[in-house]
T-cell receptor, first 113, second 114 residues
Framework: SQQGEEDPQALSIQEGENATMNCSYK?????LQWYRQNSGRGLVHLIL?????REKHSGRLRVTLDTSKKSSSLLITASRAADTASYFC?????????????FGQGTILTVHP | DSGVTQTPKHLITATGQRVTLRCSPR?????VYWYQQSLDQGLQFLIQ???????AKGNILERFSAQQFPDLHSELNLSSLELGDSALYFC?????????????FGPGTRLTVL
């Protein structure tokens, strides 16, 4: 079953605009990871944020984590047509979950040139 | 390129058959994970190996099995295939203690069962 709920399911913006995707989850986590997938291809790792972190940056990406609300957001600034893809959040829990990732359904981002 | 390799890229087979998917993790990674991506179920965790030992299991069917070899490559065996097994199968790897590290995914094997 899916742990995460992503919002929105689809997002359509113009090049240069910012894109924000949200992810909510249900159980406690060790970390949360964001991935990009282009058209049924492999998953590209974007960023990992640990449960004791609140914000991380990587280039044009900014990820926040609010463990009290069990939610995370991914912000892509100054988007480009090449950012068009599906974006997934994935959570990793502790205990017997070890490293298994539980994925959300994803947000389909379309950036129009 | 994540450094994780998977073969074959595509596989077309018939119901009732058995196939083997192969994965080589990134150099130095001890953990290997298998995931299935289908239209109706999304991305689902199947099984994890760490340094040759099974460490976690997801909703993996009894018809499916996996192993990790001493050289750390892994194979996922799917038998008695059904139409519903058609999906993208991903392998991922991570370094260090399982659970606290980035997982890097391979390009996937697209399985089509006819």
């Amino acid at each position: 079953s899916q742990q995460g709920e992503e919002d929105p399911q689809a997002l359509s913006i113009q090049e240069g605009e910012n894109a924000t995707m949200n992810c909510s989850y249900k159980t406690s986590i060790n970390n949360l990871q964001w991935y990009r997938q282009n058209s049924g291809r492999g998953l590209v790792h974007l960023i990992l944020i640990r449960s004791n972190e609140r914000e991380k940056h990587s280039g044009r990406l900014r990820v926040t984590l609010d463990t009290s609300k069990k939610s995370s957001s991914l912000l892509i600034t100054a988007s480009r047509a090449a950012d068009t893809a599906s974006y997934f959040c994935a959570t990793s829990g502790g205990g017997t979950s070890y490293g298994k990732l539980t994925f959300g359904q994803g947000t389909i981002l379309t950036v129009h040139p | 390129d994540s450094g994780v390799t998977q073969t074959p890229k595509h596989l077309i087979t018939a119901t009732g058959q058995r196939v083997t998917l192969r994965c080589s993790p990134r150099s130095g990674d001890l953990s290997v994970y298998w995931y299935q991506q289908s239209l109706d179920q999304g991305l689902q965790f199947l099984i994890q190996y760490y340094n040759g030992e099974e460490r976690a299991k997801g909703n993996i069917l009894e018809r499916f099995s996996a192993q990790q070899f001493p050289d750390l490559h892994s194979e996922l065996n799917l038998s008695s295939l059904e139409l519903g097994d058609s999906a993208l199968y991903f392998c991922a790897s991570s370094v260090g203690f399982p659970g606290d590290n980035e997982q890097f995914f391979g390009p996937g094997t697209r399985l089509t069962v006819l």
